[in-house]
């Protein structure tokens, strides 16, 4: 760990100071040796740094300058929606009532956090077209996995043992196909055709008497809107199966479009991306599953519900897949996830998917004459460039993200969705102002002509941060994750 001189933390420790200072122990001390075996007591000190209050503010002051996030830039990735958090949604979850409530807590006394969370199930059951909502899941992928279980427990119900198989376009997010194999499910995949669509001759082709579900996203991975999602839907219900909603990019269709009005059976929220939760460093995240009316049995338990006596847990769920997460789920993530639909109000959702679909469409035609355009088509929140052009030159998607880096930017998503080759995916979200998106774009002007001129500044960034490239192969097979004396 770095402090503001550059130095370790542990090199910058001297014996006998310190940065806190406890009170007195008010209550008996406890004899070690006779309530923990001997192997699990420390006979040696742990030799942690001893380092003043100051030095240690410094330290981590320091490195959180060195992090990038949305409140300190430009995080064009695509889908994934690294949009603004407003504040207001971080004052309401430090409400007393809301932050201070344990979930062992008797329902009664925390009947206006059950009242929320129940509000916020009926706002999200009616914003997607679903019938019911569960607030359990932990996120995104935790989604994936629970409306998938969800739909195993209902062909099972039916007597349908033999539909084994989950359907994922070639464009899918990585995701679900890993979430249908921990659900126990084979993944077959579904070209897109020339469009950057679905192709409904080879879902055709692919779906079958043992055909669990079909999982897509719309607008898809590319930012293109399914525009034959009826008939996708109808291919898939007619042979029995049901239709997943990855709902990773209901940014570009909140309030003018709803998964349940386009057929599917199940969706997954991100309350993270979609509705302004913190998003990013591992969390947290909440994943809300929605159903139509006969996947409602199989809804993780325990449900709540309102009763005359008030808001309530119902355990008596027979055909339930179980409880996925424990106590109410991550419920700072929903307060903030709800402030943010009842200050926005359906108006202020509609314009979040005006604005991003707009910023969108200006930042890719103006790029488009200095990068390969694979789809050219009106998008949706996010689109895909190619960096093939540049490639002949000598320089790879990657050199073009490590230069953004020079520039102050957070690269957008490369090398995905992987059925375009040096593939950026680019997401301005409707958060950000003209004024940046114009001076992002004007950094990958001039990165695009540097790969002309002076491909070498290109493929050697980035040069302004810390820590310059990486051999990222090395960094992922072996991480350093502690530190050592040398």
């Given at each position: 760990m770095l402090n503001q001189n550059q130095s370790?933390?542990?090199?910058?420790?001297?014996?006998?100071?310190?940065?806190?200072?406890?009170?007195?122990?008010?209550?008996?001390?406890?004899d070690l040796e006779a309530v923990l075996p001997a192997e699990y007591i420390r006979?040696?000190?742990?030799?942690?740094?001893e380092v003043s209050e100051l030095d240690i503010m410094r330290h981590y002051t320091a490195l959180s300058k060195r992090n990038h996030g949305v409140d300190s830039g430009?995080?064009?990735?695509?889908?994934?929606?690294?949009?603004?958090n407003p504040k207001i949604n971080e004052q309401t979850a430090r409400i007393p009532g809301f932050a201070h409530i344990h979930p062992l807590q008797d329902e009664q006394t925390v009947q206006g956090a059950l009242e929320l969370m129940y509000d916020l199930q009926e706002h999200l059951t009616e914003i997607t077209g679903m019938d019911e909502v569960t607030l359990q899941p932990a996120a995104g992928a935790h989604g994936e996995w629970t409306g998938l279980m969800m739909i195993r427990a209902?062909?099972?119900?039916?007597?349908d043992s033999n539909r084994t198989k989950v359907i994922v376009p070639d464009s899918a997010h990585g995701t679900n196909p890993a979430s249908a194999t921990v659900a126990g499910f084979e993944t077959v995949t579904v070209k897109s055709n020339d469009k950057g669509l679905v192709d409904l001759e080879d879902l055709r082709r692919v779906v079958g008497s043992d055909t669990a579900a079909l999982m897509l996203t719309n607008p898809n991975t590319i930012g293109l809107f399914e525009e034959n999602i009826l008939e996708m839907a109808e291919i898939v219900h007619v042979a029995g199966g049901k239709l997943y909603y990855d709902g990773a990019n209901l940014n570009a269709v909140l309030s003018k479009a709803r998964p349940g009005d386009m057929g599917f059976d199940v969706v997954h929220l991100n309350l993270h991306k979609t509705f302004t939760g913190p998003h990013g460093g591992g969390g947290p995240g909440s994943g809300p599953v929605g159903v139509k009316a006969d996947l409602i049995p199989f809804l993780p338990k325990p449900v709540l519900i309102k009763t005359e006596q008030g808001f309530q847990f119902d355990y008596n769920r027979p055909q339930s897949i179980g409880r996925v997460k424990p106590f109410y789920g991550n419920f700072g993530i929903n307060v903030r996830a709800y402030t943010y639909i009842r200050s926005m109000g359906p108006d202020g959702l509609k314009a979040v998917t005006e604005n991003a679909v707009l910023n969108a469409n200006y930042m890719m035609r103006r790029l488009a004459e200095h990068y390969d355009l694979p789809?050219?088509?009106?998008?949706?929140?996010?689109?895909?460039l190619s960096g093939k052009r540049q490639k002949k030159l000598g320089v790879r998607t990657l050199d073009i993200a490590k230069r953004l880096l020079d520039f102050g930017y957070h690269p957008p998503t490369i090398y995905f969705p992987l059925i375009v080759e040096e593939c950026m995916m680019i997401e301005p979200t409707e958060t950000e102002s003209k004024e940046t998106l114009d001076a992002f774009i004007?950094?990958?002007?001039?990165?695009?002509?540097?790969?002309?001129?002076?491909?070498e500044v290109v493929q050697e960034a980035p040069h302004t941060t810390v820590v310059k490239r990486l051999d990222e192969t090395l960094a992922a097979r072996k991480p350093v994750l502690r530190y050592q004396k040398a």
């Open positions: 370790l933390i542990f090199e910058v420790s001297k014996k006998g100071r310190i940065g806190y200072s406890l009170p007195e122990l008010d209550v008996p001390a406890v006979t040696e000190s742990s030799e942690l740094p430009f995080y064009p990735l695509g889908s994934c929606t690294m949009k603004y209902y062909h099972e119900a039916n007597g789809f050219d088509r009106h998008c949706k929140h996010e689109f895909v004007d950094a990958m002007i001039q990165i695009a002509k540097e790969a002309e001129e002076t491909p």
